[in-house]
Structures are given as C-alpha cells and as structure tokens.
C-alpha cells in the first residue's frame, strides 16, 4: 500500500502495455465519440488520418486503465480533484501498444485535513515507438501513512 509519503517529488513510474483493437476503438467511439475517423473505415481512410484511430477520450480511459491497475490499486487514494491539463499529441491506431510513464512533480500535505496530502503528477502515454500520444496534469488525493502504535 503507497500513502501520501511514498510519492517522492521526481520519481517516475510506468505501467502497461494495453493493446488497442480496432474493434473497441469502433465500439468506444459508437457509444461517446461517433466521428467519422473513429467509426467509419471509409470515411477515416479519406480523412486527414488516413485510417482508424481512437478517440483522444478513448486514450484518456486507457491511461485511467493503466493507473487504476498499475497504482491507485495499491495505494490509498482518495480521488482527484481534476486535471490542469489533457493534450492529444499523436492518433492512436488499432494495434498500438500504449504505456503510461507518471512523474510526481508536486506533493503538499493538507494544511485543513492532516490526514491527506496532494500530489500533482505529468502523465504521458506512449506507444510502442516511443511517441508520446498523449499527455495529462493531474491532481490527486492521497491519504497519509497513519501513525504507528
């Protein structure tokens, strides 16, 4: 179990791979995202994508994936806030193997709830080739070790 504590300023973790099918990227983009690029072979062979590619929410719910099993698993978070920042940087296609590298840039323990502190991480998603293609600032809450009897 990690606690607020076990977040050094600097350090950067990665988790994954996930492979991305077309077949959820279909299946994703008919429920939340239905553009033609995302659903349509036709259409997205003719646009500026050349092909298929997930929805920049897709990706977003990959990284969530990725972190939720990789780490907020195991550890004590207590939810987020919300995010500074989410960027799209490159199309994700069927067949990418996505990981996440997550860096803690800032940790600050509450000065109103004693029990929680938090963290403020850079994510980045990055696909087999070693682009990043996607990147986000996140804001969490962690809770802190309890003290020892």
Same mark, same amino acid.
């Given at each position: 179990m990690r606690y607020f504590e076990d977040f050094p300023v600097g350090e950067i973790m990665e988790r994954g791979p996930y492979v991305v099918t077309r077949e959820e990227i279909i299946a994703f983009a008919r429920q939340f995202d239905p553009q033609p690029f995302h659903i349509d072979e036709d259409a997205a062979g003719k646009s500026?994508?050349?092909?298929? %590619?997930? #929805?920049?929410? !897709?990706? =977003? =719910? %990959?990284? !969530?994936? @990725?972190?939720?099993?990789? @780490?907020l698993g195991q550890s004590a978070g207590m939810g987020s806030p919300g995010l500074d920042e989410l960027r799209w940087k490159k199309p994700v296609r069927p067949g990418d193997s996505?990981?996440?590298?997550?860096?803690? @840039?800032?940790?600050?323990? #509450?000065? #109103?709830k004693p029990d929680r502190g938090a963290l403020k991480l850079r994510l980045e998603v990055v696909n087999q080739n070693g682009e990043v293609v996607m990147t986000e600032v996140a804001n969490a809450l962690f809770a802190r070790r309890p003290p020892t009897p």
């Amino acid at each position: 179990m990690r606690y607020f504590e076990d977040f050094p300023v600097g350090e950067i973790m990665e988790r994954g791979p996930y492979v991305v099918t077309r077949e959820e990227i279909i299946a994703f983009a008919r429920q939340f995202d239905p553009q033609p690029f995302h659903i349509d072979e036709d259409a997205a062979g003719k646009s500026i994508y050349g092909g298929i %590619i997930a #929805s920049g929410w !897709h990706t =977003a =719910a %990959i990284c !969530h994936k @990725l972190m939720v099993e990789g @780490l907020l698993g195991q550890s004590a978070g207590m939810g987020s806030p919300g995010l500074d920042e989410l960027r799209w940087k490159k199309p994700v296609r069927p067949g990418d193997s996505l990981r996440i590298r997550i860096e803690t @840039l800032e940790a600050r323990p #509450s000065a #109103s709830k004693p029990d929680r502190g938090a963290l403020k991480l850079r994510l980045e998603v990055v696909n087999q080739n070693g682009e990043v293609v996607m990147t986000e600032v996140a804001n969490a809450l962690f809770a802190r070790r309890p003290p020892t009897p």
